[in-house]
């Protein structure tokens, strides 16, 4: 099991930015698919924006397309989520995410997922 940990978190305001890291354990190729879910209190797990680390093809859900970007740092382990302009309704617990499935990163659905960083919570306010 590879262990994740997530950092990066915090509080800002409507249109800034943050940046969340990924580290994880072992070395990233074992692990094809990572990426981040976040989940707002109430609402379902939902995915954000997830890497296939073997090629860097990446892959963004349509609510962050053009604001977050993803990617990866193969001889850190690391994974980066750069969220640039900021709204409120992206405040939630983000959480990083890895399988070895190929097929992970097509369904993106949580229950897929082996590996899971403990959360870090971004709030964004208006």
């Known amino acids: 099991q590879v262990q994740l940990v997530e950092s990066g978190g915090g509080s800002v305001q409507a249109g800034g930015s943050l940046r969340l890291s990924c580290a994880a354990s072992?070395?990233?190729?074992?692990?094809?698919?990572m990426g981040w879910f976040r989940q707002a209190p109430g609402k379902q797990r939902e995915m954000v924006a997830f890497i296939y680390t073997n090629a860097g093809s990446t892959y963004y859900a349509d609510s962050v397309k053009g604001r977050f970007t993803i990617s990866q740092d193969i001889a850190k382990n690391t994974v980066y989520l750069q969220m640039n302009s900021l709204k409120s309704e992206d405040t939630a617990m983000y959480y990083c995410a890895a399988d070895a499935k190929i097929s992970s990163c097509v369904t993106f659905s949580p229950a897929e997922f082996a590996d899971w960083g403990q959360g870090t919570q971004v709030t964004v306010s208006s």
């Open positions: 072992s070395y990233t190729y074992s692990r094809k698919c």
